[in-house]
């Protein structure tokens, strides 16, 4: 009986230990992106013409370490959205797929220049009722601050987008209605 439980014992340490080295597997192709995931980021929004939000994103490690999943939600669900972001071989490059509450998507790449930590994504924009067809953005982390800026393609010319600065807020929660 001793020695069952032993085994018993060593096989749960073996999977635990297993299953947290697993956790911390990524792609070499998202690792540049390792030190976003885990945090959950409290920013406030700020957009051209309308009043300023609050907005809560969450990195998270995702599909066995091959993508990275971002959730956010601006005004405590007002708006929301999730990221798949992931390393298509097709294209050489890392895609994301972005899904709303407000009933469209977007789709686009993104390159991370590891010497300044900083991520620019270039989207296309289906079925936005404003006229959103493209958007280009460019994000900065230094420290515990992410920098975010964007512009909008929208009725077929170039306008001021949305811009956020972010901080590390572990207690924050992304909030769906």
């Known amino acids: 009986m001793q020695l069952k439980t032993f085994w018993l014992i060593t096989l749960i340490f073996v999977t635990g230990s297993l299953s947290a080295a697993e956790q911390a597997t990524l792609s070499a192709e998202l690792e540049p992106l390792r030190s976003y995931i885990g945090k959950t980021w409290r920013g ?45 071989k097709k294209q050489q490059s890392l895609v994301y797929y972005y899904f709303t509450t407000a009933g469209f998507y977007t789709h686009g790449t993104m390159s991370v220049d590891k010497k300044t930590q900083t991520l620019t ?28 800026t964007a512009e909008y393609l929208q009725q077929g010319k170039w306008v001021a987008g949305h811009s956020a600065v972010y901080k590390t807020a572990p207690d924050a929660q992304v909030v769906f209605k």
Not at 51 to 70: C, F, H, Q, V, Y
Not at 76 to 85: A, K
Not at 126 to 134: H, L, R, S, V, Y
Request: net charge negative; no cysteine.
């Open 121 to 148: 994504a270039e989207e296309t924009v289906e079925n936005n009722a404003k006229g959103i067809t493209k958007v280009r953005s460019s994000s900065k982390l230094s420290e515990n601050t992410l920098t975010t």
């Open 44 to 88: 406030l929004l700020s957009q051209p013409g309308q009043p300023e939000m609050i907005d809560i994103s969450r990195w998270e490690r995702a599909l066995n370490g091959t993508a990275i999943k971002i959730s956010h939600s601006v005004n405590q669900g007002e708006y929301g959205g999730e990221t798949m972001l992931f390393y298509d």
